[in-house]
């Protein structure tokens, strides 16, 4: 089955910075990459899927690419209310399981 | 506007049977290839899939519980239903059940979550 490793595990940033989040899959996926944003004490929120397609709603500041082994999130101008975890996420055929990497928390610096 | 709410007991023993329900508004089990999924973050962890069901019926199980864990659905009372067996203090954490968009590999509104804690 497939694991997802998430880098960095932590990450610290200011206001209007440009963030980068990576994501890589033990074998290759196409592009069936899932991203989740979730603040503190709430539930997961869907950002991006397919890798790089924009769920309805969520700012143009995200952006999600990659294909295969490695997927990147990339917050182009960090804003306040956008410090949380992010996870990505892939349904794996054999055994059938959705696995999720282990999160980046991005922390105001 | 789909929602959903879980509920269920906010503590229990081990060794007790967990029984979570999922109650949902704004889609049917009875048209279109709904799922419903549940899944559960321990504090200060990932989070972590545990089952999911099928709008025919199709259920499937994390393998490293499968043996602990049923999932039902009530489609009269738009309900879907988790019990999960034997439980310990590592079960402890927050369960969420959530919606998987039609025909696709993801789950896109997710329900506000329960804390369970496992404690005698």
């Known amino acids: 089955d497939v694991q997802l490793t998430q880098s960095p595990s932590f990450l610290s940033a200011s206001v209007g910075d440009r963030v980068t989040i990576t994501c890589r899959a033990s074998q290759g996926i196409a592009r069936y990459l899932v991203w989740y944003q979730q603040k503190a004490g709430k539930a997961p929120k869907l950002l991006i899927y397919?890798?790089?397609t924009l769920e309805s709603g969520v700012p143009s500041r995200f952006r999600g690419s990659g294909s295969g082994t490695e997927f990147t999130l990339t917050i182009s101008s960090l804003q306040p209310e956008d410090f949380a975890t992010y996870y990505c996420?892939?349904?794996?055929?054999?055994?059938?399981?959705?696995?999720f990497g282990q999160g980046t928390k991005l922390e105001i610096k | 506007q789909i929602t959903l709410k879980e509920s269920g007991p906010a503590l229990v023993k081990p060794t007790q049977t967990l029984t979570l329900t999922c109650t949902f508004s704004?889609?049917?089990?009875?048209?279109?290839?709904?799922?419903v999924g549940w899944l559960r973050q321990p504090p200060g962890k990932a989070l972590e899939w545990l089952a999911v069901?099928?709008?025919?019926?199709?259920?499937h199980y994390s393998p490293s519980l499968q043996s602990r864990l049923t999932i039902t659905k009530d489609n009269s009372k738009s309900q879907v239903v988790l019990s999960l067996t034997n439980v310990d203090p590592v079960d402890t954490g927050s369960y969420y059940c959530a919606h998987r968009r039609e025909k696709t590999y993801f789950f896109d509104l997710w329900g506000q979550g329960t804390l369970v804690t496992v404690s005698s």
């Open positions: 397919g890798a790089s």
């Open positions: 996420q892939y349904l794996n055929d054999v055994p059938y399981m959705f696995t």
């Open positions: 069901i099928y709008w025919h019926g199709e259920k």
């Open positions: 704004g889609f049917s089990f009875t048209r279109g290839e709904v799922a």
